[in-house]
């Protein structure tokens, strides 16, 4: 007979019977070798995803973690005898409550964005960084890890006695920067510097520096090493990279210093 599919083939119905249950056999195994592949896929993706290796203070340590809605950590630092941390002047206003992932243990409270007095564009804001801070709540202090910033996967960074703040100056093209916003470590190299006067918010900075970084929202706020250095606060998206303002004028303009020892030169408090 003339098998349309197969060309000229001569068989008896037995013959067929005895074909067909081989290709369902052989299909059988086909399966079973994709079904195999796809979870040896599975199981080598899950392996070779970062992991944290360090352990998590209590309180944790949130400094370069998520730190409220779409809000990241910076840095630790001191307002007077406060201790506060950095985050950014667009994500929340003064005196929103942070909370806890339950909902109800308080985290802190938001102070002021940083503003410059005069500005050169009327009707504009303008400050020296796009940073603001949180009044850390007394019980979440991380009393003896105040000058660590936490980067998740790539682990503690500890910030060494005496380290001052990058300015926008001490930044260069090419220079190594690495954030941990939205809990994700990514690093890249510094791309660009300059002014920015943003469309939208109305928001001047004299200072905006780019990293080939890739950012999304979540990212807003969070530490920005240089160099292994504290440098800046994530600010803004450039076409999904990386937009940052220095981090040493933000803090002159707040009244803020820099964490650069376990308790931040205070007596931790019960």
Known sequence: ??????????????????????????????????????????????????????PVFDPPVLAGQQLWGACAGGF?????DVIVLTSTGHCTGEGTVAYEP???????????????????????TCAASDINYLVVAKNRIPWGHL?????????Y????????????????????AEIDGRNVYRSGTVSEKGENLHPEDGAYFPC?????????????GGAVLVRGIPAGVTSRSFAGWLG??????????LGLDLCTTPDCGLVPQA
């Open 244 to 253: 940052f303002t220095p981090l040493a004028e933000g803090l002159a303009e």
């Open 1 to 54: 007979m003339c098998d349309p599919y197969y060309g000229t083939l001569e068989v008896t119905q037995p013959a067929r019977t005895s074909a067909r249950a081989g290709l369902v056999r052989l299909l059988l195994v086909v399966l079973a070798g994709l079904l195999l592949g796809i979870g040896s896929f599975w199981t080598v993706s899950a392996v070779m995803q970062p992991r944290r290796t360090t």
């Open 157 to 176: 960074r500890i910030i060494p006695p005496g380290t001052r703040p990058l300015a926008c100056a001490d930044i260069a093209i090419g220079d190594q």
């Open 208 to 220: 905006m520096i780019a990293a080939r970084i890739p950012v999304a929202v979540g990212d807003s």
């Open 147 to 155: 000058n660590v910033v936490d980067l998740g996967t790539a682990g």
């Open 102 to 124: 339950d909902g109800t243990t308080v985290r802190g409270v938001f102070g002021p964005a940083a503003r410059d007095a005069s500005c050169p564009y009327p009707g504009h």
């Open 76 to 80: 630790y630092a001191r307002h007077g």
